[in-house]
Nanobody
Framework: QVQLVESGGGLVQAGGSLRLTCATV???????VGWFRQAPGQEREFVSA????????HYADSVQGRFAVSRDNFKNAVYLQMDSLKPEDTAVYYC??????????????????WGQGTQVTVSS
């Protein structure tokens, strides 16, 4: 069982920055991790993903150049640095781990475990 806990969300003005952390409660961290978000009334959408070694990173077009994903496997943590935030980035952000499953890291169905989410609100 993998437990994921997100933190770092909050309220920020447009143009500001936040760093989200996904802490994995498990000694072994050798699996890809993705970030997704869900705004009210909308479907969950892919934001970013990182391979277990951190050498492959993927981003949605909407966040490319503004967000950066990284990980520290010694600390069992994955980070999402969000800069130049826009009001349309407002959503609950979730991290997810692909432990047993396979498939595209951009698809929510490819992940086995999910965190509880952290709210990010960007005011205009």
């Amino acid at each position: 069982q993998v437990q994921l806990v997100e933190s770092g969300g909050g309220l920020v003005q447009a143009g500001g920055s936040l760093r989200l952390t996904c802490a994995t409660v498990r000694a072994y961290s050798g699996y890809p991790v993705g970030w997704f978000r869900q705004a009210p009334g909308q479907e969950r959408e892919f934001v970013s993903a990182i391979s277990w070694r951190g050498d492959n990173r993927h981003y949605a077009d909407s966040v490319q150049g503004r967000f950066a994903v990284s990980r520290d496997n010694f600390k069992n943590a994955v980070y999402l640095q969000m800069d130049s935030l826009k009001p349309e980035d407002t959503a609950v952000y979730y991290c997810a781990a692909q432990v047993y499953n396979s498939g595209s890291l951009a698809h929510a169905t490819s992940y086995d475990y999910w965190g509880q989410g952290t709210q990010v609100t960007v005011s205009s």
